[in-house]
Nanobody
Framework: QVQLIESGGGLVQAGGSLRLSCAAS?????MGWFRQSPGKEREFVAA????????YYADSVRGRFTISRDNAKNTVYLQMNSLKPEDTAVYYC?????????????????WGQGTQVTVSS
C-alpha cells in the first residue's frame, strides 16, 4: 500500500507563494497534484515522471506553478507562485505507475489526505 503525506498548505495573500510537499512510501512512481474546490470536481494541476522527471501542467497554472521531485527522499514538491484567489482549494498528492493520460482522475490509484490552500484577495 502506498502512503502519501502532504504538507505545506496554508493561508496566503494574492500574489504570494506557497510550497507543498508530498512524502511517498514505496518505490518511485509518477506523481501528480490535483485540487478540489467546494462544489467542483477534482482537477489536474501537474504531474512529474518517475523516470526522466518530465513534467506536465494544467493550462491554468503553467508558468506559475512548478512540480519537482527529490528521488532520494521520495518526495514531490509543488512550488506555487503568483497565487490567485481562484487557486483556493484542497490540494491532493497522487501516485501511479505510468505517465499517461495524467489529467484523468480515475487513473490515479493512490491519494493523500489533502492540504488546504487559501488565497485571500
Amino acid at each position: 500500500q502506498v502512503q502519501l503525506i502532504e504538507s505545506g498548505g496554508g493561508l496566503v495573500q494574492a500574489g504570494g507563494s506557497l510550497r507543498l510537499s508530498c512524502a511517498a512510501s514505496g518505490r518511485g512512481r509518477t506523481m501528480g497534484w490535483f485540487r478540489q474546490s467546494p462544489g467542483k470536481e477534482r482537477e489536474f494541476v501537474a504531474a512529474i515522471s518517475a523516470t526522466d522527471s518530465s513534467t506536465y501542467y494544467a493550462d491554468s497554472v503553467r508558468g506559475r506553478f512548478t512540480i519537482s521531485r527529490d528521488n532520494a527522499k521520495n518526495t514531490v514538491y509543488l512550488q506555487m507562485n503568483s497565487l490567485k484567489p481562484e487557486d483556493t482549494a484542497v490540494y491532493y498528492c497522487a501516485a501511479r505507475d505510468r505517465m499517461l493520460a495524467v489529467k484523468t482522475v480515475s487513473l490515479w490509484p493512490y491519494w493523500g489526505q489533502g492540504t488546504q490552500v487559501t488565497v485571500s484577495s
